[in-house]
Structure formats: C-alpha cells, structure tokens
C-alpha cells in the first residue's frame, strides 16, 4: 500500500441539505452515507484546512447542490459560508492510504 501526500476532507450533508434533496421526489431517496471527498492543495493540511473552506466553500456547495439537481435556478438563492456549515459537516483526514492495485487516473471536468 501506498499513501498519497495530500490531505482529504470529506463533505457530510446534514439534515438541512438532506431535506432539501429529498424535496425533489415523492419517496425519500436521499441517503446519508453520500458523502465527497476532496484531497485539498499541499499548502493546507489537518491544522489549517479550514482555511481552504473558507476559500472554496461556494464551489463546493455548488457542486453539492449540482450533484443532486443540474438547474441552478432551483438551488437556494442564499449560499453563504454560514449556511455551508449548516448543511454540511466537514471531517479532515491527515493520512490517506492508497490501497488499489493501478494507477490513479485524473479525469478532467
């Protein structure tokens, strides 16, 4: 195994988030063990990422929001730092463990 030099964090969706997904369909499909994780540049790590949230969390949110429902126009209109903690957790992991057998591959958006 091999570890790879980067910190991750992981987005939790909270209720509010979960609420608001399932607000799209008639059966609650929503399930909490949904979660991202994103290795964060090398510049942050486990005593100084939150730094980084506070930089990014608008994208971050928005790729919350875009991975549950495409149009923006149905997103909340309010998306501030505040309501990014209210919807998600964030969990810091100073250690990551590459426990697969090929080469990582990036794929660009």
Known sequence: MK???RT???IIPKQPYIDW???FNDVKVYYKEAVTTILIPDEYDEFNYEKFI???YKQ???EQLE?????PDIWPKKR???MFKKWFDVLCSDMTWDYGDGDIEH???
């Open 21 to 23: 997904a399932d607000s």
């Open 3 to 5: 570890t790879i030099n």
């Open 8 to 10: 991750g964090i992981t």
């Open 67 to 71: 991975s549950w429902m495409a149009d």
């Open 107 to 109: 794929v660009e958006d």
């Open 80 to 82: 501030d730092y505040k």
């Open 54 to 56: 506070k930089k990014t």
């Open 60 to 62: 971050i949110f928005e």
